[in-house]
């Protein structure tokens, strides 16, 4: 592993890339404009399909075209069901989701990049063979640990708290590996030695010249982190049982199940489900489309060689 | 203030700046393995309380016929759907590597948008659509996509439509990585687009594409969300012990087999882990993650 680059876009840049000849209409690049015209439907259709059964109110999900408006026009009666419906639980649930993310983000990054770093920079008894371990635990599958982290944290009493969803998720050994080769590859010797000669302690030495060289490393762990912890379901269904503390994804679920079950009234939540469902991924997709460089250049980590 | 200097301070600095990811990986993930593996030797009885029953636990599940049937499925669905998903992906990605067009472009942001959004939204979205009530196919006379003969297909849609954006872009980053000239010189040779695609750029990334499959075996084999948030729209399509980690959580959940559930959260780790480095080795020439 030579180069590791964090940002798709400067990959683009290095690498003279000679002009292509667009004004070309063979068959080729009517086929795969064609393949990509029909896929691009398919990508966006839920969407659509989202956006449109956001207006409707029951009757109109149920009886109306699915891919167009129809019944009366209900987005804002929809919008304040969803606020209003079980005491605005769902605002607690948004609210609880931005928390376990940001926390856990945050979190694990402050604690991937101080382990990424002194295992590139850092001289230290040990420091081989505890990344020697953490290489070998790195395929543990995380879904196989949630049951029995369940278990041990249910012997000291710590379930159905917010600690039990922030904590696991702080343990990002993909992320410490990551930052372990991009500070190796980034943050300069010398000036790891200039500061040190100047007499500044190690923290300092981490805080001043490796965080800012490490930066765009940085911010593609913490943005996945975040968005992995948003989009967590497993863990919090595991660990949860206080609907207060539920996140969005397991919120969500339980008005689903009630609703597709059917028991006590709970068909007339389908539009509140939906009217959910957009709020909750408008953010994300929100974020998503700002944050583009950072999401592929985190992709492109461990693709390039 | 100089106090220590040279390779003391540094080791002592080392060791504090590993120390809060040391603290998490026992705490997190030694420990509950640790912890699994103890649980999955005991049996808890009414009478005795827990006891140690040796191998029982595995005994039962390597006989469990349920566990068994949803081990074959998830065997299934990776054999059908990530190749599928991993050509898909490839094709996508070769194709707007080599068009450079506004709708290359877009395409590129419609084919990921979907793996921005949490798995659960993703598949109440396609539950809906499936539906025969709100859905999209009364046109086609309403087939019944959560039928058992269905039900499989239809998660593989799920997971192919929140997925194969992502291996794109991971594949195209790759692409994107490759030196242009090799093919220049092809082109000059007289190669076409879909020769160069085929014998040329695909060869170069097999080390992505190894990476991404590892990925998506792994996935496959916890396979876990999709078929839970489907579950009540046919449960007698999607049963308990639908796929392995599935019945799991139902054995831990609904039946309070702590023990017998850890025994299989166990194997599944042990399988899933030893896979994956098998995998690896197997394929070691091709893969980045030598």
């Known amino acids: 592993m030579s180069t590791v680059t964090m940002d798709g876009a400067s990959t683009r840049a290095a690498a003279p890339v000679p002009r292509r000849r667009t004004a070309r209409f063979g068959a080729g690049r009517i086929a795969s404009h064609a393949v990509m015209a029909v896929m691009a439907v398919y990508f966006l259709l839920p969407f659509w399909w989202l956006l449109m059964a956001a207006t409707k109110n029951n009757d109109g999900l149920f009886d109306s075209r699915p891919l167009w408006f129809g019944g009366d026009f209900s987005l804002f009666d929809n919008l304040s069901a969803l606020f209003t419906q079980s005491d605005g639980i769902y605002l607690k649930w948004l609210r609880n989701s931005a928390l376990y993310s940001v926390v856990s983000g945050f979190g694990a990054t402050a604690v991937a990049a101080l382990a990424g770093y002194a295992f590139a920079k850092l001289e230290f008894r040990g420091r081989n063979a505890l990344f020697a371990t953490l290489l070998g635990l790195i395929m543990v599958p995380m879904t196989a640990l949630v049951l029995p982290t369940y278990l041990l944290m249910s012997e000291i009493g710590l379930t159905d708290s917010i600690w039990a969803v922030i904590l696991p998720s702080l343990l990002n050994p993909f992320g410490v590996y990551l930052l372990r080769v991009y500070a190796h590859d980034s943050v300069p010797d010398e000036m790891l030695e200039a500061a040190r000669i100047d007499g500044a302690g190690e923290f300092r030495v981490f805080r001043s010249v490796a965080l800012p060289a490490m930066r765009p490393a940085l911010v593609t762990v913490l943005l996945f982190t975040m968005v992995a912890t948003w989009n967590n379901f497993f863990l919090p269904l595991v660990m949860l049982s206080n609907d207060d503390l539920f996140p969005l994804t397991v919120g969500l679920r339980t008005w689903y199940q009630s609703a597709t079950i059917g028991s006590g009234g709970g068909e007339a939540l389908f539009n509140v489900i939906v009217a959910g469902s957009l709020v909750a991924i408008i953010p994300l997709i929100i974020a998503f489309l700002m944050l583009q460089r950072y999401w592929r250049g985190g992709l492109t980590i461990g693709a390039v060689k | ?290």
């Open chain 2, 1 to 290: 203030m100089r106090i220590r200097r040279g390779p003391g301070r540094q080791a002592a600095a080392g060791w504090l700046f590993v120390t809060p990811f040391t603290i998490l990986l026992v705490a997190f993930l030694l420990l509950p393995m640790a912890y699994a593996a103890k649980l999955s030797l005991y049996r808890s009885t009414l009478v005795e309380g827990e006891v140690f029953a040796w191998l029982d636990n595995y005994r039962q599940a390597l006989g469990d016929p349920e566990l068994r049937r949803g081990v074959v499925r998830v065997i299934v669905f990776g054999v059908v759907q990530t190749p599928v998903m991993i050509a898909l992906a490839l094709a996508f990605a070769l194709i707007i590597d080599h068009a450079t067009s506004r709708l290359s472009r877009f395409f590129r942001l419609a084919a990921f948008v979907p793996y921005a959004v949490p798995v659960v939204i993703g598949t109440l979205m396609w539950g809906f659509l499936y539906s025969p009530r709100t859905g999209l196919f009364s046109a086609l006379g309403n087939p019944d996509f959560l039928s058992s003969d269905w039900v499989l297909y239809s998660l593989g849609n799920v997971v192919t439509w929140q997925w194969a954006g992502y291996n794109m872009i991971v594949l195209y980053a790759a692409l994107q990585g490759l030196p242009r000239e090799v093919y220049e010189s092809a082109r000059i040779d007289g190669a076409g687009p879909l020769q160069i695609a085929l014998r040329i750029k695909t060869p170069m990334i097999s080390a992505a594409i190894v990476l991404v499959t590892i990925f998506t075996i792994i996935g496959t084999l916890q396979f876990f969300t999709e078929p839970l948030i489907l579950q009540p729209l046919n449960p007698g399509a999607i049963t308990n012990s639908y796929t392995p980690n599935v019945y799991a959580y139902h054995q831990a959940f609904s039946y309070q087999q702590y023990n017998y559930s850890a025994a299989i959260s166990f194997l599944l780790g042990a399988v899933v882990f030893i896979g994956s480095y098998i995998f690896l080795f197997v394929t070691r020439r091709r893969s980045a993650l030598r």
